[in-house]
Nanobody, 123 residues
Framework: QVQLVESGGGLVQAGGSLRLSCAASGRAFSRSRMGWFRQAPGKEREFVAHILTSGYTSYADSVKGRFTISRDNVKNTVYLQMNTLKPEDTAVYYC?????????????????WGQGTQVTVSS
């Protein structure tokens, strides 16, 4: 069992930066793929980025070059550095864990989810 707690969301102006953190409980963190998803009002939850246990990362096209995912296996924490934020980045951001370290960036491939943190980007 893995419990995930996100932090770092807030209100920022367009062009600004935020860093999200996701603290994980349990010893399975280092063996789990970690991901970030987001969900805007009236829209489906969408993939943002993930990082496998190997360190391999991939990103949605909409955030590529602006967002960076990283992990600290000592602190059991995954981060999402978000730069050059745009109003269309406004959403609730969710951290997720996949105990099988799969590669498909799909919602159903993640076993555990955090409660989410709100990110609002004003124009």
């Amino acid at each position: 069992q893995v419990q995930l707690v996100e932090s770092g969301g807030g209100l920022v102006q367009a062009g600004g930066s935020l860093r999200l953190s996701c603290a994980a409980s349990g010893r399975a963190f280092s063996r789990s793929r970690m991901g970030w998803f987001r969900q805007a009002p009236g829209k489906e939850r969408e993939f943002v980025a993930h990082i496998l246990t190997s360190g391999y990362t991939s990103y949605a096209d909409s955030v590529k070059g602006r967002f960076t995912i990283s992990r600290d296996n000592v602190k059991n924490t995954v981060y999402l550095q978000m730069n050059t934020l745009k109003p269309e980045d406004t959403a609730v951001y969710y951290c997720a864990a996949d105990s099988q370290d799969r590669i498909l960036p799909l919602v159903y491939t993640f076993d555990y989810w955090g409660q989410g943190t709100q990110v609002t980007v004003s124009s």
